[in-house]
T-cell receptor, first 116, second 115 residues
Framework: KAGVTQTPRYLIKTRGQQVTLSCSPI?????VSWYQQTPGQGLQFLFE???????NKGNFPGRFSGRQFSNSRSEMNVSTLELGDSALYLC???????????????FGPGTRLTVL | QQQVKQSPQSLIVQKGGISIINCAYE??????FPWYQQFPGKGPALLIA?????SEKKEGRFTISFNKSAKQFSLHIMDSQPGDSATYFC??????????????FGKGTLLTVNP
């Protein structure tokens, strides 16, 4: 079974631009969560999507948004990029999300975003 | 507000030794405590997890000890090997502000096992 895939793996943008990151979950998984990983703050939860609906959201500004498609693939968008948005963005998929009994999350390799 | 505190930030252990990583939490509503292992260039991978009704869980060389009254849990890696060198994250699952479940992570421990 193929794992979680994220594209692109690396991205360089400048301040003020916007960026879209993509995540394809494991086949059959309906929940996709996004995390931001930085050396200073560690792993921070951005949001979770389940069956095309945002089910939970972390404490990030509205510049961070996401969506999920009917095939469970998800995209994350960051508008008006700031230097502090430089991070590794991780996507994790699970069968039914964190609330379920089988709630293991499988992480992708991440997208390394650098904002200049 | 950091709800899961992890220590130490880094740890160096000799091959064959025991690695111990500790985490403490504040939210008594947390109900699931996983540990993740992350190698450079890879995403975190679930290593082992425990629920608060159990005081210890062992899987191979990896053991979680859980102390509900102290709100602490720890990861023990027995017979540590150079291949265990990675960053380890503890996490806790819970609801925040009445919303749905999410995972809150500790800031990670960089483990180096010397040959």
């Amino acid at each position: 079974k193929a794992g979680v895939t994220q594209t692109p793996r690396y991205l360089i943008k400048t301040r003020g631009q916007q960026v879209t990151l993509s995540c394809s979950p494991i086949s059959g998984h309906r929940s996709v969560s996004w995390y931001q990983q930085t050396p200073g703050q560690g792993l921070q939860f951005l949001f979770e999507y389940f069956s095309e609906t945002q089910r939970n959201k972390g404490n990030f500004p509205g510049r961070f948004s996401g969506r999920q498609f009917s095939n469970s693939r998800s995209e994350m968008n960051v508008s008006t990029l700031e230097l502090g948005d430089s991070a590794l963005y991780l996507c994790a998929s699970s069968l039914r999300g964190l609330a379920g009994a089988h709630n293991e999350q499988f992480f992708g390799p991440g997208t390394r975003l650098t904002v200049l | 507000q950091q709800q899961v505190k992890q220590s130490p930030q880094s740890l160096i252990v000799q091959k064959g030794g025991i690695s111990i990583i500790n985490c403490a939490y504040e939210n008594t509503a947390f109900d699931y405590f996983p540990w993740y292992q992350q190698f450079p260039g890879k995403g975190p991978a679930l290593l082992i997890a425990i629920r608060p009704d159990v005081s210890e869980k062992k899987e191979g060389r990896f053991t979680i000890s859980f102390n509900k009254s102290a709100k602490q849990f720890s990861l023990h890696i027995m017979d540590s090997q150079p291949g265990d060198s990675a960053t380890y994250f503890c996490a806790a699952r819970g609801r925040s502000g009445g919303s749905n479940y999410k995972l809150t992570f500790g800031k990670g421990t960089l483990l180096t096992v010397n040959p």
